[in-house]
């Protein structure tokens, strides 16, 4: 009988998530003979059998895969050959080359297949607590469908032999299940079990072993106790504790210095989450997919757990054997963060644990499973409706993005400063790698170089270019400027921003881009961070803009936002603000309010900022009187917590269109929140009414951009688009006009800047001079300043948003001449390093803009009875929420309501207690024997 042949390729992630053997099933099923294998691509068939069987067989190829395969092609070419009498797995092959294979436009190229991390499955977990089973509570089951892939490999193609699970011989039970094709661990890399595996061990501080005929429960109570476990997980050390007791939490944020910032709490089940928050379908299904983020929830109001008061909770299931069974033996819910100390990056190895952390936890559960790679819990939340990426890594990476334009050079791209990741790219595919976190300290940049290493082993990808963020110092330019023999491209903040969210959705055309973050370095030398930009990957044009506050002190006006709310309410109210009448400023030291006025009126060590997220850091430390904030981000955190969800006032504001670019000029609007505040409204509805007005001036501004230049869909991106109920808001007032895009499974802050970076590289790859070359992005579509007056033109707006310049305030309209901004001169010569000149330079080294006439403004009545300007209301309505007053700690009564038991603190059962009575009540035989490290 005459067969015919093809050789078919899959790419994707394909490989140690249970594909061969599900590729054997579906040919003994359909008839099919022939043989699969794994290759550093992805993975091959050999496919014969008739014609009509072989299309079936392709049909269903890409109908259908194993639960965490992502197929992303399936190519097929006839082939010749003796056709075999069945169908069989092979053994994996190093090079591509060494196969015979068809050719395509990543032939000769590695493309990773490596899978994620992935979640414990309903399997496996059913055989953990089944005490017949011979893996009962072993805390390393694992099956092709679940179990650590990328933290334990050290190389491609995934193999044993390529992991650290190398050292452990299987038994002569587990190499049956993983030699046989019909098995759930068939070719399951990490399988192992109580006979030939890894085991868990105990150890105190200086690493003693703790006698116990079963860590897990001993751990768990030493938890119920009040004690802080080290936790060895899949890609990291994790810091437990009990997260309903207020003394063990508070001890743990004294020992890591984490004062205040929120600490995810891992509960057992969804049955678990349910008590502590008010969970949708979407979060449940979210909470309990195969990767297993930490979900940002709203807490319910009575509920208090992890020791903060913010009304959003970060919850996440357990997600391997371990965090189950611990889970279960502790019967609370447990703050579960990572194991480092503040701005270090998470400790992955024993010795490292046992050195950093010997001042932080009590007790330590470790093992001989090496963790190859760090790999950081994910956090996620959903925002209209879907899920958005805060943080991308356990789960997730090194899952590649594709590109419908393939890259023509090798690319790393280095990402930003803070929410560090970096992007490899090469062919169709980009790899963006873990989150590193933010690039302070040295331990992090040889976290983060070690990170870049590691990718390019995996990936087989060596960069011919390296693109960079236009900032100087950031610490991620610097090693992109370091790279010797590539060419070097320097790329706009927000511009990669926007690129980053196009890139996700295969956006391959112009859009209105909206970034909106904190703080990027913009190509006029001031920090830009308000940007409404008409943009390609090649170009942009700068179309709008937010007007600029001083930032007196630099970084330090971040960490103290009172001194970003006395630029602000000086500008706003000429220099005679009610400071008196303002309790932020009520017992503010005089001589530090006129120390940081003589910065801005010198402009010493001050900047011009036009970030969004400065107005919400001045706007949320002056209403909710919050001079400082305890860590990054803090203060617009609260401040957009503080929002009431159905109040649909706005406040006045105004918008400059005669100038390039265009300027909102929010001034009036902080004018109309201070006037709110002393006449006694609450911070609820001035944050909503703060909320309304950006997302209605914004949604004006898209709006114009579309009927200049047409149509054409709109972006979103940037850290602010986090904040659910501005970008709720901008996107309902949006969609009516034009389709609307955010990053989803990228980050919209940092974290997703370096795939932006790489798309935008790789548009500007035929420039230049090729090796060793360097270039910077400039603004080439919008001039720089020139020191001359701008032509007012005049435009029709909605009234929701604004009106004719005959209603400007008087204090406003005095100051409409041509002004001048100043820049320090670190600033100028940044701008000089990366080739930016600027328009004028005065004796002092100071260089200058015109400060924007001012145009079209608001009437300066507020707002009655809760109602916006606008006849139609504006934003999204749902269940009231209002920021509750301090909550206390949940006292003993309360956690003993709450959680069904007493919350005891290490006085009432101390460690040498626990160590006495290391007995479990029911002792694991299975595991009784194995107890080494």
Request: hydrophobic fraction near 40%; aromatic fraction near 6%; proline fraction near 7%.
């Amino acid at each position: 009988m005459i067969r015919d042949g093809l050789h078919i390729e899959i790419r994707g992630t394909v490989q140690g998530v249970g594909y061969r053997p599900w590729v054997y099933q579906v040919a003994q099923r359909i008839g099919v003979a022939g043989r699969v294998w794994n290759d550093a691509r992805g993975v091959s068939i050999d496919a014969f059998g008739q014609s009509d069987v072989l299309h079936r067989f392709i049909d269903a190829l890409q109908i259908d895969a194993p639960p965490a395969a992502r197929v992303r092609s399936v190519i097929w070419s006839p082939t010749e050959g003796n056709a075999p009498d069945d169908f069989a797995i092979v053994e994996s092959v190093e090079s591509v080359e060494s196969v015979e294979s068809v050719e395509s436009e990543t032939a000769g190229l590695r493309q990773v297949s490596i899978p994620a991390d992935l979640a414990t499955c309903g399997d496996c977990l059913r055989e953990m607590l089944d005490p017949g089973d011979r893996r009962y509570r072993y805390p390393f089951i694992n099956c092709t469908n679940c179990g650590p892939r990328y933290s334990i490999v050290t190389g491609a193609p995934y193999d044993r032999a390529k992991t650290s699970m190398a050292p452990f011989t299987m038994c002569a039970a587990c190499r049956a299940e993983y030699e046989s094709p019909l098995d759930r661990r068939f070719h399951a890399q990490p399988n192992a079990c109580p006979d030939c595996g890894p085991q868990l061990v105990a150890r105190k501080r200086r690493r003693e072993a703790i006698e116990t005929t079963d860590p897990i429960d001993f751990a768990a109570r030493a938890l119920r106790a009040g004690f802080i476990v080290a936790v060895k997980g899949i890609g990291g050390f994790h810091l437990a504790c009990d997260a309903t007791s207020p003394a063990a939490v508070q001890r743990l944020r004294e020992r890591k210095h984490r004062e205040a910032k929120p600490l995810a709490i891992m509960v057992r089940d969804l049955g678990a989450a349910e008590k502590i928050a008010q969970l949708t379908n979407k979060e449940r299904i979210l909470l309990t997919s195969i990767e297993r983020p930490i979900v940002l929830v709203h807490r319910r109001p009575e509920v208090t757990v992890g020791g903060d008061d913010i009304p959003l909770v970060g919850l996440f299931l357990p997600y391997t054997p371990l965090h189950h069974l611990l889970l279960g033996d502790a019967g609370v819910p447990l703050v579960m963060t990572s194991g480092n100390l503040s701005d270090e990056p998470m400790v992955t190895s024993d010795d490292d644990a046992f050195t950093q952390l010997r001042d932080v936890a009590d007790i330590f559960l470790v093992h001989r499973r090496a963790i190859v790679t760090r790999v950081d819990d994910s956090v996620a939340r959903v925002i209209d409706g879907a899920p958005v990426l805060l943080r991308r890594a356990r789960g997730y990476v090194p899952r590649a993005i594709a590109a419908a334009v393939p890259f023509d050079q090798p690319i790393l791209a280095c990402g930003a400063h803070l929410k560090n990741t970096f992007c490899l790219a090469s062919g169709n595919s980009a790899f963006l790698g873990p989150h590193i976190g933010d690039l302070e300290s040295e331990a992090t940049m040889r976290a983060y170089e070690s990170a870049i290493e590691r990718m390019k082993e995996f990936t087989g990808i060596t960069p011919e270019i390296v693109v960079h963020d236009l900032h100087p110092d950031y610490l991620s330019t610097r090693y992109a400027l370091a790279q010797q023999g590539v060419r070097t491209i320097g790329v706009q903040h927000h511009h990669a921003h926007v690129a980053s969210a196009m890139a996700e959705h295969g956006l391959d055309e112009t859009v209105v881009g909206i970034a909106y973050d904190g703080t990027g370095f913009g190509t006029d030398g001031t920090s830009w961070g308000g940007e409404i930009l008409i943009a390609g990957y090649e170009t942009y044009e700068r179309f709008a803009t937010f007007r600029p506050i001083m930032l007196a002190g630099g970084d330090q006006a971040i960490r103290q936002p009172w001194r970003i709310a006395l630029a602000l309410l000086d500008e706003a109210f000429d220099q005679e603000p009610p400071l008196h009448r303002i309790p932020l400023f009520r017992e503010m030291p005089g001589k530090s309010i006129d120390a940081v006025r003589r910065m801005i009126a010198d402009g010493l060590n001050t900047t011009p900022a036009r970030g969004v997220g400065r107005y919400f850091d001045a706007l949320g430390a002056i209403v909710l009187g919050l001079p400082d904030a305890r860590y990054e981000g803090e203060v617009a955190f609260r401040w957009n917590m503080a929002a009431d969800g159905i109040e649909h006032g706005l406040y006045p504001i105004v918008i400059h269109d005669g100038i390039t670019p265009w300027e909102i000029d929010p001034r009036p609007m902080v004018r109309a929140a201070v006037d709110d505040l002393l006449a006694g409204r609450s911070a609820a509805t001035i944050s909503a009414r703060f909320h309304n007005t950006l997302a209605a001036a914004t949604a004006e501004i898209a709006g114009s951009a579309l009927a200049l230049h047409g149509a054409m869909p709109v972006v979103l991106s940037g850290g602010c688009f986090q904040n659910a109920r501005l970008a709720e808001s901008l996107i309902a007032a949006l969609r009516p006009k034009t389709k609307v895009f955010m990053n989803r499974e990228v980050p919209p802050g940092d974290g997703g800047i370096a795939l932006g970076q790489a798309f935008i590289a790789n548009a500007r790859a035929n420039r230049g001079s090729g090796v060793g070359s360097r270039e910077s992005e400039g603004d080439a579509l919008s001039p720089h300043f020139s020191g001359a007056e701008y032509p007012v033109t005049t435009r029709a707006f909605s009234p929701a948003v604004s009106c004719g310049g005959e209603g400007a305030d008087r204090r406003m309209r005095g100051r409409s001449r041509v002004g001048r901004l100043r820049t320090s001169r670190a600033t100028m010569h940044a701008m000089l390093a990366i080739g930016l000149r600027p328009a004028a330079v005065d004796r002092n080294n100071r260089v200058y803009a015109p400060l924007i006439r001012l145009r079209h403004l608001l009437p300066p009545q507020k707002p009655a009875g809760g109602e916006g300007l606008s006849t139609k209301r504006q934003g999204f309505s749902t269940k009231r929420q209002r920021l509750s007053s301090k909550r206390q700690g949940l006292s003993t009564k309360q956690s003993g309501e709450s959680f069904g038991q007493k919350v005891a603190g290490p006085s009432a059962t101390p460690l040498a207690v626990l160590l006495a009575d290391s007995r479990p009540p029911t002792p694991n035989p299975t595991t009784n024997q194995h107890q080494r490290s």
